[in-house]
């Protein structure tokens, strides 16, 4: 067991520049595994769920790079807690300009921005591609630009990208960070509610509420479509349009060689005839 090298010492959070070589490439290993367990299997993990991502992830990290490093958490989780963060830093700029949110200090601008937060939270309208303020009038639900647009700026943004270099985890994309997506726009809109644009932290202890709702919801839509399939449907068409913005090459389903009995029996009686098709080409 190898204890990691650190370069410098601080008193602050440690980063992955404090540490030698070796250690900054097994531990960007470790961090990348980490990330994509954890946006596809406990994007609001309480402490079990990050001890259990943890563990796999270190593990991984030491078989893919062959060496063995001792623990050191911190850094791999600190990393970790950013990703709300990080997903919301993206989605604000978005969120206000796909749904029209204005900036202004003018009374009739600060009702409509806060009648459109509501309108936009009422029923889910805003995964809606085709939005409306009556029900009825809604269209292609969890289809809406926005949703595609964060899910290829988050992970697949290249080829060597998570959901592009995790196909085992991200096809079809998952419920759960499609929750994690669905809770961080609503964070978003939340910001807007009092018609003026308030920083809102996008934190687990304040959205985790939201988050087991929104997963409640896609697993009640994919109980009530599964005869038709159509979660399913809508999660692949997700990865398929994200692997094709990443610049990404098709996955090919990989076929296993194989020659059936009939072929061998023509072989065997071949040879004993002595037809064999380098005597046939001579």
Not at 69 to 77: A, E, G, W
Not at 133 to 158: H, S, T, V, Y
Not at 164 to 182: G, I, Q, R, W
Not at 201 to 214: C, D, K, M, N
Request: proline content about 5%.
């Amino acid at each position: 067991m190898v204890k990691a090298q650190k370069l410098t010492e601080n008193n602050g959070r440690p980063h992955a520049r404090d540490y030698d070589d070796t250690t900054q490439e097994f531990m960007a290993t470790v961090i990348r595994e980490y990330h994509a367990h954890l946006c596809t299997q406990a994007p609001m993990p309480d402490h079990v769920q990050e001890t259990v991502l943890l563990t796999a992830s270190w593990a991984k990290g030491c078989q893919v790079t062959n060496m063995n490093l001792s623990r050191s958490p911190p850094l791999v989780t600190i990393q970790g807690s950013q990703i709300p963060g990080q997903l919301k830093t993206k989605l604000r700029p978005l969120v206000e300009a796909m749904y029209g949110f204005h900036s202004s200090q003018s009374k009739s601008a600060i009702k409509k921005n806060h009648t459109l937060a509501e309108d936009l939270k009422e029923g889910m309208n805003f995964a809606f591609k085709h939005m409306a303020a009556q029900e009825d009038g809604r269209r292609g639900f969890l289809k809406a630009p926005l949703i595609q647009k964060i899910m290829n700026m988050m992970w697949f943004a290249n080829k060597h990208d998570n959901g592009v270099t995790n196909p085992d985890l991200f096809k079809p994309f998952p419920h759960l960070a499609l929750a994690l997506v669905l809770t961080s726009i609503e964070c978003c809109i939340d910001e807007w509610a009092t018609g003026m644009h308030m920083d809102i932290p996008f934190t687990i202890q304040e959205y985790r509420g939201v988050f087991e709702s929104h997963l409640n919801c896609l697993r009640e839509f994919e109980e009530a479509t599964k005869q038709y399939g159509v979660l399913p449907g809508i999660c692949n068409k997700i990865y398929e349009a994200g692997r094709i913005h990443s610049g990404a090459a098709p996955l090919v389903t990989q076929s296993l060689a194989s020659v059936s009995a009939r072929v061998i029996a023509d072989a065997i009686k071949e040879y004993q005839e002595g037809s064999t098709t380098d005597d046939e080409s001579e």
